[in-house]
């Protein structure tokens, strides 16, 4: 008997420290970690998305506005890993 009540004792005594690291755990207060202070990256600026995003606000009227068209033509070229073709010379004679 004397074996089962000293188990007990020790079971009690272990939960109680257990309980108590807990409860002295979850109110510790931890320091604020400090903000990164490292520069923002800027991108660079590209002139394709900013009339690609003019083209967006255009809506439906782009479909028609020669700019848009080469945009996107371009954009899909950059996508798509191709270089652009080379324009055909224009001749001032042809009408």
């Known amino acids: 008997m004397e ?19 807990t409860v002295i755990e979850m109110t510790r207060e ?7 202070t490292a ?7 590209d002139p394709l998305r900013a009339t690609l995003r003019r083209c ?3 809506g439906e009227a782009a479909s028609s506005d020669a700019d848009c068209l080469a945009a996107w033509a371009e ?3 950059r996508f798509l890993g191709r270089t652009p073709a080379p324009e055909a010379p224009q ?3 042809d009408q």
């Open 39 to 45: 520069p923002a990256l800027q991108p660079s600026a």
């Open 91 to 93: 001749r001032s004679g």
């Open 30 to 36: 931890e320091a604020p970690v400090p903000a990164s």
């Open 56 to 58: 967006q606000q255009l």
């Open 75 to 77: 954009n899909r070229d």
């Open 3 to 21: 074996g089962k009540v000293l188990a007990r004792i020790a079971a009690i005594v272990f939960v109680a420290i257990a309980i108590t690291a």
